[in-house]
């Protein structure tokens, strides 16, 4: 067959060039330069010019062949072969070449057509076939006869060369598609001209199309009569709307990590949204790219299949007709498929097979695949979806391979290039799909109301029903959003039209999904079974009948999803039975399925997914199998955020809410039918998932999860369970950035509504349709509404304007970034004028312009509740703004007044306090404000009254600006702060700024810093009148924020502050500044840092310090300082009196500070030169010392011995210089022995301090000779790794009786740690310190001492006038060396102890005393061999009055104890002995005692080792019990405790007698023992009837204790048989023993016999119904009984049992302590318990802890109490008294004289009862201890709490943690507790004290000198107040524990305390934890944990930090590195991420 090429017009250049656009604008785009060098001379100059123009050479080339577009053809044709020419070789594929050559060229035409006769003639059509997806057939096979002369020598060989590409690609493609490779049968080969004769492809492709339109028609019109018949949606009437996203695929790709459910709601996916009206639209549309993969999103029952059915079908019809082929497949058909395939299989056998000549009908589908468009349904269905991004792809059309490799090959457009694919899918699923093919990507959105209507008048054929059903969804928005699904609307509509038919009045119509879920159960169930009455009774018949099918049919569907599985087959059914049911009564639907092997198979599914995830729902609440507890773990919410790895079964989406739904009261009934329970066990398990429902509300869940935990509360109907949700997300709804439907808006506002507070709405960024935004009219309780999106405009201001005013709880209105313009804001302001409830609105960042600004203005004077309104970002001139300010001045109201522009740098304006709030402001920020603005702006300041802060950051004032600004500055009635930031101010505008301190009274601060960003602050002070303010200025400034009566006083006037940093300044600068400011008199602080003073300056600076009048500090940091201007600092000192601290640093910090004494710099001169004067200043303001102390500080400077010295003799001229700090230098011994030398004549100096500097041993011991140089020294500490000290004292001499003057006595201290001192440094050291006198103590812990410096040390003893204490641990001390220090003992007469221990953490300490009448030998650890063991007996043998002798973890064993018991029989004087871990038998053990038996005196011996349990506990207690001289044994775990008696009294011989007569009667009694103790060392039963008969001679034991042994009921039995021999026990404890109720009975009876009885503890037992009432009987016969413990008791009965122990206790009129704690004995057993106290005088503690009694329980304890007179301490932790209770305890409390302490915490206490417990607390003077927590007192209680605290002298305990204070309550217990001079625990964590009460707290801390914990966690104090707290905790000189965790506080503060820490001494713990403190300040901390060992936990948070990292190794002499002992210290910090 001959192939025929038809001729085309001229016009086909431009037809190619369009159809290859892509293409070619890739090719060219490679060679752009010489392409558009040629496009010149065709393009004008103007079409050139936006040509060029373009950013890359793609869209240059591009909009070239668009211009091209415009012009002739030939013009065309004559560039387009122009350009061809010029091009480099290979740039065009041959293909495309022949195309654009041959177009329009008739010659051409004529030599290709002669060249294809001689030729296969199908090398045509493969040519054809292979050029671009997008070209016309027809323009393939067309060539134009006229070529160009231009281009006539080119021409043949292009022509040629086209011949050859054009011949292989032929070759080639015939290969590819050979029709016997295609085939695969068996035909034989044939030759090119056999197959030229084949058939035509066209009359193949022609038939195959036929058959295809027949084949579907007729299968989906048979498809449309079934769903016409189920009243469903039919493909004619599918009125759905499709949405269009095609703009934002590429976004889509960006944002892939962070796809939402619905991806189109993601920000910057908004902005381009078309809705077209069909696919056959969607599929027409022109796109930019050439992807032709699409992807259309909806959720399940929108309807994509339906769609995927009718495009088939138009396609039918017509429609999208640019399509020659249409294939469909659907996912869970292909999920058969589990062999590999290809092409041809998939397209024929799973489609539809062709008639005849399939090999031609696919070989035309190859050659034209743009005419071919393939549908995939249900990608979420796809079980290999996960791996389709990892699939392999192939380009090979007959190559076998998976279902998921073609699919990805097919959409990597390897396969069928240019083909057409479509792709349906649930949006979670997009994730899976190869997004970078995706052409354009669309959503079924469902229906929207006006479609739910329309197919409501088709569903129902009676107007009436069809009525009365819009009527219901009407009324019923929830059920009317759900009905935008179509398939929820088919379910809906079924189910209406059942409940309609029943020809009720008004009947009951379901209001949630479950609830027409559970009616659609029942309706199919009746239509399958023709019954027409339907009611109540007939549903439940029918669900009895079908019960068993049903239950099959649920457990099918939750198989499904368990399997991820919604289509099944034969072998997934469960029986024949099932299926037949489900298929009959509508449940099923049934499909045919074609396999690979052209079989059939049907197919099985559920009528809609939702009604599959309904019946697993239901299955898991009537299968008897899953319990409650599973149904709890299985139950979760669904997310709608998902990631790439993200695998969840997508079939899941709705169970938890039908779970929900279920859960309900109304189904019970339902639940109990199915499951043939009882309701009981219906119940059991709905509460089960309300329970749940609850706990997810308390946990932090996302946006999304909020939506669906609402979805479930509102299926539920349960309000009080949506009213507790609500009140647990109150401050949880932040919704953003994901999709909100009306159904999602419904029932999130029915939990908002059920709530009983307002919240804040945050639903920015969502995306919604303007439905969803009119539900919120019915929201109620919104008090906050912020929304912020692009997309809507207008549209949403308008239907958000209607929606304003039905909610009356808005207060704040947010709407930024909704580009509203000038028509929204008339919407708007039409309903903000009737809004009288809103307070604030935010309109930033729209596009009202200053139309629109002034139509909002125009409406403030109408809103009188507005306070706030912001409008930066709108496209604001400078008029609008202004006329935006006048609002200030006409709207009284308003409070705040915003316009910033996005962007600014400026600083934040937030003042810190509640009281700010009240205040007004007016922030015009980044406003282009000029100088020339500055008068009519000013004009309106002066007419607004009361302004609080004014911010004009970011504007254009300059300098002129400013100082017009300024001149009017006093006019303007403003009482906080003005921010001029960022105004391009410049230095002569600074000091312009200056004397606005003179000129304007009401300035106290200005801020200046021209760094960028400038930083220009004005803060200013509420004064009534000037005058006044200059009356306060004659007065000293002083700010007491406590004075030290308590009284809390606060002088109005604050301190004047003014910083100009970064500056720039210069002397000239200075001396200028010093001229404006000499006559402000008022300044306190004065910052000059980072400016460039240097030297001259800082000279000029002294200079003028006398006129500049700064009360407080000048900080000249960073200007460059040297030594010469140290030096003139340094004489300031002396200069200026008032000075009281000079900081200098020369290094980096380059720190520069002088401190002034506030009270003194405002006397004036004369004052100081009359000293009666200045001391009645002083007693005035609290200070006696005349003399003001001062401090110099000098860091990182390098000096020599002359600076040195220079700087000495300037500092001894200053008179009151007490510190001297020269920390962080590098000082030599040169330097440091010439500061030595000067130290004497420092004669006011405390402390000299020489830290962080580099200390050679020669240094040290010069440091250590200062004791001699200077006789005032009284502390000096050095340590090698840099820190040294001296501590001295001022000369004080006093006068003898004969008038001479002595010095008093004074403790010296040399502590040398660190040091690595060595013999040869030793020995000096001695020699120095035999010339020192008074050394009280000597520490050389953490040095090298070994055996010889240590022989050195016990030489030297003797001649040391050491007092107390010589320190020597952590050295290397051997066994050998060990004894040495023992030897000390003997060989000087004032050692009195020696303590040495060879462990890690071990002290070796040597004690001294006067008089030495009782000495004491330590030694652990140190496990001497044998011949070191005899020769420490010998030592201490000879040792005199030795009294204790610790011999601990020694591991002597055996023989060593045998050899020390001779020594042991002649320390004559020994009463401690201490043998723990030595590893000596039980043997070993009563071979000592044995030894002891004679022994005259008393002894403590002590036993620790791991056998002592069990048996072996027994019978060393077997043991002692038979010795006479035992009176107490003790065994607590592995430790023993044996005190032997002192028989002074009776002689030896009586003693021996008593022995030998015990040894022959084995029924003799021990007169001796008192007291057994056995505390958990594995007693039990067995054991305790084995010592029945030894302790029963004991008839004289008066304690006996088995705590925590389990000795069960057996043991009980054994003791009830054992007490009556022990006539005179007054102490018995079995606390935790295990005895029950039958034990308790049997013990009872013992217990009658012991008549002396005064102690029992019964705690923590089991003791039954029975026990409780044999031992209530018991009690009132125990006459002597004082004590008794029964806490954490289970009596197992309940009331009746504690009732019963109360009635017992009521006879125990001795009773001193009573502890129920845990009991349970609410107000029936307090009633019982008050009467008996009423007859118990004597109790003094009573502990009621946890036992549930209420407000009259408690007046029933009060009642009883009220003659207890003597009671020490009350508690009631736990219970509810409430007030009325409370104030009943107040009443009596007065009485209590001896009450000690009170704790009522937990007790749902208020202000009411918390201020009466505090007024009664006044009249108690002896109690210590006050525990109000956790009750609501507020304020009110702890002010007069802190009016009662002065009468409470003996306070040593507050506890008031979580107890509602705020800023005023914790400053009045502050001022309070400064008049407690015993507390020691303060408690205020969980309180909103913020910083004014953590600063009140500070200040009182300098008068608690016993203070000993501080707890101020979550109190909410920031740094600002941080500085004040360090100093006062350093005034308690006892403090040890410090909680300052979860506030805010970071790296300031982190700095603050670890300059305080090292002045903490006793301080053991400091906790930040959960604080913003960084990896800097955890650093800072770290570096003063080297000066504080004492330190033994810092927690902060996040990242653990080592606390031996802060200390230098020390190595000893075993080899191995040891760090410095620091105890159990643990230092952990957490950088926040």
């Not at 969804?473 to 088919?490: D, G």
């Not at 079989?599 to 609440?621: I, P």
């Not at 030096?1127 to 002034?1156: H, M, P, Q, W, Y």
């Not at 309550?1865 to 953590?1894: D, H």
Request: aromatic share 6%; proline share 3%; charged share 25%.
């Amino acid at each position: 067959m001959q192939v025929q090429i038809t001729g085309m017009s001229t016009g086909g250049i431009k037809e190619v060039l369009e159809s290859n656009h892509g293409h070619l604008v890739e090719c060219l785009s490679l060679e752009a330069d010489h392409v558009l060098e040629e496009a010149k001379g065709i393009l004008s100059e103007e079409e050139l010019n936006l040509v060029m123009s373009q950013g890359t050479n793609v869209e240059k080339v591009s909009l070239l062949l668009n211009k091209l577009m415009t012009k002739d053809n030939d013009t065309c044709k004559k560039f387009i072969e122009t350009v061809i020419i010029i091009m480099p070789c290979n740039s065009f594929p041959m293909c495309l070449e022949n195309m654009l050559m041959t177009a329009g060229d008739n010659e051409t035409e004529g030599l290709l057509h002669q060249q294809q006769n001689e030729s296969n003639s199908d090398n045509t059509q493969v040519e054809s076939s292979v050029t671009d997806a997008g070209r016309k057939r027809k323009a393939a096979q067309v060539a134009n006869p006229k070529p160009t002369e231009v281009k006539r020598s080119r021409k043949g060989n292009h022509c040629k060369a086209a011949a050859v590409k054009s011949s292989s690609v032929a070759t080639f493609t015939s290969t590819l598609l050979n029709p016997n490779l295609l085939e695969m049968d068996s035909t034989s080969f044939q030759t090119g001209e056999e197959y030229l004769n084949l058939p035509a492809i066209s009359d193949s492709a022609e038939d195959y199309k036929s058959l295809m339109i027949k084949t579907i028609s007729q299968k989906y019109e048979a498809n449309i009569a079934k769903a016409d018949e189920m009243k469903q949606v039919i493909l004619d009437q599918t009125f759905r709307s499709l949405t269009m996203k095609d703009g934002n695929v590429a976004k889509l790709k960006e944002r892939i990590d962070a796809s939402r459910d619905d991806v189109f709601s993601s920000p910057g996916l908004e902005e381009s949204q078309d809705s077209v009206a069909n696919l056959a639209e969607f599929l027409n549309r022109k796109h930019v790219s050439n992807c032709r993969v699409h992807i259309l999103l909806g959720k399940a029952g929108t309807g994509k299949t339906k769609l995927m059915h009718k495009i088939c079908y138009e396609w039918t019809q017509g429609a999208v007709c640019q399509f020659q082929y249409i294939f469909l497949f659907e996912f869970r058909q292909l999920n058969l498929i589990k062999k590999s395939i290809d092409l041809k299989s998939m397209l024929f056998d799973l489609f539809l097979q062709p008639e005849r000549n399939s090999h031609s009908v696919f070989r035309f589908i190859v050659r034209n695949p743009e005419k071919i468009l393939i549908l995939f349904d249900g990608f979420d269905e796809f079980a290999g979806k996960a791996s389709v991004h990892t699939s392999a792809v192939s380009s090979d059309p007959i190559a076998p391979l998976s279902v998921g490799q073609l699919f990805s090959s097919l959409c990597h457009g390897k396969l069928l290039p240019g083909c057409t694919i479509l792709i349906t899918s649930r949006p979670k699923d997009i994730l899976c799909l190869p997004l970078d093919v995706v052409g354009q990507v669309g959503e079924v959105s469902g229906f929207n109301q006006c479609k739910i209507e329309e197919y409501a008048s088709r569903f129902f054929k009676n107007s009436e029903h069809n009525r009365q059903a819009t009527c219901h969804l009407q009324k019923n928005r929830k059920v009317l959003n759900t009905c935008s699904i179509p398939a929820m609307c088919w379910v809906v509509f079924l189910c209406l039209e059942h409940l309609l038919s029943q020809n009720c009045l008004e009947p009951k119509l379901p209001h949630t999904m479950t609830q027409f879920y559970i009616k659609m159960l029942t309706v199919f169930l009746r239509k399958g079974t023709n019954t027409k009455v339907a009611n109540v009774n007939t549903e439940n018949q029918l669900l009895n009948k079908h019960r068993e099918e049903i239950q099959g049919l649920c457990n099918l569907a939750r198989k499904g999803l368990q399997e991820s599985k919604s289509v099944f087959y034969l072998r997934d059914l469960l029986s024949e039975k099932v299926t037949h049911f489900a298929s009959s009564y509508g449940f099923l639907t049934t499909f045919e399925v074609k396999t690979i092997d052209q079989n059939q198979e049907n197919g099985h599914a559920f009528v809609h997914l939702t009604l599959q995830e309904f019946l697993a729902a239901l299955h898991q609440m009537i299968d008897s199998t899953i319990t409650d507890q599973m149904l709890k773990r299985r139950f979760y919410l669904k997310s709608k955020w998902t990631s790439k790895n993200d695998v969840r079964n997508e079939f899941t989406d709705a169970v938890h809410i039908f779970l929900s739904g279920l859960a309900s009261k109304g189904c019970k009934q339902f639940l109990s039918i199915l499951s043939s329970k009882n309701e009981e066990w219906v119940q059991k398990k709905q509460k089960a998932i309300l329970q749940n429902l609850q706990k997810l509300a308390t946990t932090n869940l996302t946006g999304p999860k909020i939506i669906e935990l609402c979805h479930c509360v509102y299926e539920t109907q349960d309000c009080d369970l949506a009213r507790e949700v609500a009140a647990h997300l109150k401050s949880k709804f932040e919704l953003r950035n994901f999709r909100l439907t009306p159904v999602d808006m419904t029932v999130l506002t029915f939990v908002i509504n059920s709530g009983a507070c307002c919240i804040c709405l945050d639903i920015g960024g969502c995306a919604m349709d303007l439905e969803t935004v009119a539900v919120l009219g019915t929201c109620k309780n919104i008090e906050i509404f912020v929304f912020k999106s692009r997309k809507y405009e207008d549209k949403f201001a308008g239907t958000l304007s209607e929606i304003i005013p039905k909610v009356n709880s808005l207060k704040k209105l947010i709407l930024t970034s909704c580009s509203i313009s000038m028509k929204g804001a008339v919407h708007l302001s039409s309903a903000l004028k009737i809004c009288h409830h809103l307070e604030e609105i935010n309109l930033q960042d729209n596009e009202l312009g200053d139309a629109g600004i002034a139509v909002l203005v125009d409406a403030l004077p109408q809103m009188g509740s507005l306070r706030k309104i912001e409008l930066g970002g709108n496209n604001i001139t400078v008029d609008g703004i202004l006329n935006i300010a006048n609002a200030i001045s006409t709207c009284p109201n308003i409070m705040h007044i915003q316009v910033r522009s996005s962007g600014s740098l400026s600083p934040l304006m937030e003042c810190e306090g509640n009281h700010e709030a009240l205040l007004r402001k007016l922030s015009l920020v980044n406003c282009k404000l000029a100088a020339q603005h500055v008068q009519a702006l000013c004009r309106i300041l002066q007419c607004c009254p009361q302004l609080a802060s004014l911010d004009l950051s970011g504007n254009e004032l300059k300098d002129h600006g400013l100082r017009r600004f300024i001149e009017i500055l006093p006019d303007f009635h403003i009482s906080k702060l003005i921010n001029l930031s960022n105004n391009g101010i410049s230095k002569d505008g600074v000091l312009c700024l200056a004397s606005v301190l003179k000129k304007c009274p009401k300035v106290f601060e200005i801020e200046v810093s021209l760094i960028h960003p400038q930083t220009v602050l004005l803060k200013l002070a509420e004064w009534q009148e000037d005058t006044e303010l200059r009356d306060e200025r004659k007065s000293p400034l002083v700010d007491f924020r406590l004075s030290y009566t308590g009284d809390s006083k606060i002088v109005p006037a604050p301190l004047r502050k003014l910083s100009l940093t970064n500056c720039c300044f210069q002397l000239e600068h200075l001396e200028e500044l010093g001229s404006t400011l000499e006559n402000c008199n008022d300044v306190a602080e004065l910052d000059l840092s980072n400016n460039s003073l240097g030297e001259m300056g800082i000279k000029k600076l002294v200079e003028l310090l006398p006129k500049l009048h700064v009360s407080k500090q000048i900080n000249i940091s960073n200007n460059f300082s040297s030594l010469a201007g140290v030096l003139c600092l340094a004489g300031c000192l002396n200069r200026f009196k008032d000075i009281t601290e000079v900081t200098i640093s020369l290094g980096k910090s380059g720190k520069g500070l002088i401190k002034f004494h506030e009270k003194y710099r405002f006397q004036q001169e004369q004052e100081f030169e009359e000293p009666s004067e200045i001391l009645s200043f002083g007693t005035k303001y609290g200070y006696k010392d005349l003399c003001v102390p001062k401090k110099f500080r000098l860091e990182e400077c390098e000096m020599d011995g002359e600076t040195m010295r220079n700087l000495c003799l300037i500092l001894e001229q200053c008179s009151g210089l007490t510190e001297f700090d020269l920390s962080n230098n590098a000082l030599s011994d040169e330097v440091i022995a010439e500061l030595l030398n000067h130290l004497p004549d420092l004669h006011d100096l405390k402390i000299l301090n020489i830290t962080d500097n580099i200390i050679s041993p020669d240094a040290i011991l010069l440091l250590a000779n200062s004791l001699n140089i200077c006789e005032n020294v009284l502390e000096v500490e050095v340590r090698a790794s840099g820190r040294a000290s001296i501590s001295l004292m001022k000369k004080a001499y006093r006068l003898e009786d004969n008038g001479k003057k002595t010095k008093p006595p004074c403790s010296r201290i040399l502590s040398l740690k660190e040091c690595n001192l060595g013999k040869r440094s030793v020995e000096k050291l001695f020699g120095i310190l035999e010339c020192c006198k008074d050394l009280t103590e000597l520490d050389l812990s953490c040095n090298l001492l070994g055996d010889e410096e240590l022989q050195c040390l016990r030489d030297f003893l003797p001649k040391l006038h050491v007092l107390k204490l010589i320190d020597v641990s952590n050295n290397r001390i051997s066994p050998a060396a060990a004894l040495y220090l023992v030897e000390s003992l003997n060989t000087c007469s004032s050692v009195v102890e020696v303590e040495v221990s060879l462990s890690s953490h071990g002290r070796s300490l040597i004690k001294f005393a006067k008089r030495c009448e009782n000495k004491v030998c330590s030694v652990k650890e140190c496990r001497f061999k044998e011949e070191e063991l005899l020769k420490f007996f010998s030592i201490i043998e000879w040792c005199s009055h030795l009294t204790e002798l610790n011999l601990a973890g020694n591991m002597m064993g055996d023989e060593g104890l045998r050899n020390l018991v001779e020594v042991v029989t002649n320390l004559k004087d020994l009463k401690e002995l201490n043998l723990q871990r030595n590893g000596v038998s039980l043997v070993a053990v009563k071979g000592l005692l044995i030894a002891l038996k004679d022994c005259p005196k008393a002894l403590m011996v002590r036993f620790e080792e791991p056998w002592i349990y069990d048996e072996d506990a027994a019978n060393l207690v077997q043991c002692a019990c038979s010795h006479l001289n035992i009176a107490d044994i003790g065994i607590k775990n592995n430790n023993v405790l044996i005190r032997l008696v002192d028989y002074g009294w009776q002689s030896a011989e009586m003693l021996r007698s008593n022995y030998d007569s015990t040894r022959m009667d084995t029924g003799a009694q021990n007169s001796s023992l008192r007291l057994i103790s056995l505390y958990q060392c594995g007693i039990e039963a067995p054991q305790l009837l084995h010592l029945a008969p030894i302790v029963k001679q004991c008839p004289h034991l008066l304690e006996f204790h088995l705590y925590r042994n389990s000795i069960g009921n057996k043991g009980a039995e054994t003791l009830a048989e054992i007490l009556p021999a022990f006539q005179g026990l007054k102490k018995l404890s079995l606390e935790s023993v295990d005895i029950s109720s039958n034990g308790m009975v049997k013990l009872a009876a013992g217990l009658r016999k012991c008549h002396s009885i005064e102690e029992i503890n019964l705690s923590q037992n089991e003791l039954g119904l029975e026990g409780v009432s044999e031992l209530g009987k018991t009690l009132p016969g125990l006459k002597q009984l004082k004590k008794i413990n029964l806490s954490r008791i289970s009596t197992a009965a309940g009331l009746v049992g504690t009732n019963m122990l109360a009635e017992g206790l009521r006879d125990c009129t001795r009773l001193e302590e009573i502890n129920l704690d845990s009991l349970m004995l609410k107000d029936s057993g307090a009633q019982l318990l008050a009467e008996g106290i009423l007859r118990m005088p004597c109790l003094k503690k009573l502990n009621l802890r946890c036992n549930s009694i209420g407000c009259k329980g408690a007046m029933h304890l009060a009642n009883g109490l009220k003659c207890s007179t003597a009671i020490v301490e009350i508690d009631l932790y736990g219970n509810c008294i409430e007030d009325v209770g409370a104030l009943k305890l107040a009443d009596i409390v007065p009485n209590m004289k001896s009450l000690k302490m009170l704790n009522l915490t937990q007790n749902s206490i208020t202000a009411a009862g918390g201020e009466g417990l505090a007024q009664a607390l006044t009249q108690c003077p002896s109690v210590e201890e006050i525990h109000l927590s956790i009750n609501k007192i507020g304020d009110q209680t702890a002010k007069k709490l802190a009016e009662a605290l002065s009468k409470l002298p003996c306070l040593k305990i507050l506890n008031l943690h979580s107890s509602e204070l705020t800023a005023d309550g914790g400053g009045s217990l502050a001022r309070g507790l400064m008049l407690c001079p015993s507390i020691e625990v303060i408690s205020l964590p969980e309180n909103r004290i913020g910083n004014k009460g953590v600063m009140d707290l500070a200040m009182a801390l300098r008068k608690m000198t016993s203070l000993k914990k501080l707890d101020l966690q979550l109190t909410r104090f920031d740094d600002s107040v941080a500085e004040d707290l360090a100093a006062g905790l350093v005034c308690c000189p006892n403090i040890e524990e410090v909680i300052l965790s979860w506030n805010n506080i970071s790296d300031e503060s982190a700095v603050r305390l670890a300059d305080a820490l090292p002045r903490m001494r006793g301080l053991k713990k400091l906790d930040l934890e959960g604080n913003k403190i960084t990896a800097a300040g955890a650093e800072k901390l770290a570096a003063s944990l080297r000066q504080c060992s004492f330190i033994e936990v810092i927690r902060s948070t996040k990242r653990t930090w080592s606390l031996t990292r802060c200390y230098l190794p020390v190595h000893t002499g075993c080899g191995r590195t040891k760090y410095p002992r620091t105890g159990n210290r643990a230092f952990t910090n957490r950088i926040p991420d």
